[in-house]
């Protein structure tokens, strides 16, 4: 489920957990929690959306062979996506290699893939993958706003539990097929 949170909400939940006094804006790049949340917002974003195949962040393209073509090995090159983070899948399963800002292959054009992708809209986050980033934040800006390793110590595990949470409210989305032990439990009815 998407939330409503901005990436002040969001910063402002990381200084909740922290016990520092939220901010009203991240413009004051004087202030030293401003600071701190605009040295970690980005990387801890980028970093929860890399750690899994999220629904709400992924993409499914089809990308043309470009100008460009391999050395060696591989007959055509694929310019990633602008806002690619990782790949989940290319179609067909093809023989690739991941080169830089490319992927190579011998498939001809067009390469269907499937990617997370670099979501930056805070209010297409699912709530839960929300809090978990609140946490990560929190403990990247301990040392920086509080200088206590016990309360870094807590924020890590409590960061530990929100992603778990996260990705199994987002794996209960996916479609699944149905265990055995229900087929078998169908085959007797």
């Known amino acids: 489920m998407a939330s409503s949170n901005t990436e002040l909400d969001v910063a402002n939940r ?17 202030d030293k929690r401003v600071k701190a949340i605009l040295n970690c917002l980005d990387s801890t974003r980028d970093r929860l959306l890399r750690e899994n195949p999220w629904n709400f962040a992924s993409k499914r393209v089809s990308i043309s062979s470009d100008a460009s073509v391999p050395v060696w090995e591989f007959k055509y090159n ?23 800002e490319f992927i190579a292959s011998d498939n001809t054009s067009p390469l269907k893939i ?47 539990l929100s992603i778990v949470r ?12 149905e265990s055995p032990e229900d087929e078998l439990i169908q085959l007797r009815s």
């Open 114 to 160: 499937r990617y997370v992708s670099r979501m930056t809209d805070t209010t297409r986050f699912d709530s839960s993958m929300t809090e978990a980033w609140a946490s990560l934040m929190a403990y990247e800006m301990c040392m920086r706003l509080e200088g206590d390793m016990a309360l870094r110590d807590r924020l890590e595990r409590e960061y530990e």
């Open 166 to 177: 996260a990705k199994k409210f987002d794996g209960q989305e996916d479609h699944s097929q």
């Open 78 to 100: 694929y310019r990633l996506p602008a806002d690619f983070l990782y790949l989940t899948e290319i179609l067909g399963d093809p023989n690739y290699l991941m080169e830089g």
């Open 14 to 30: 990381a200084l909740q957990k922290l016990g520092v006094k939220e901010v009203t804006s991240l413009v004051d790049i004087k």
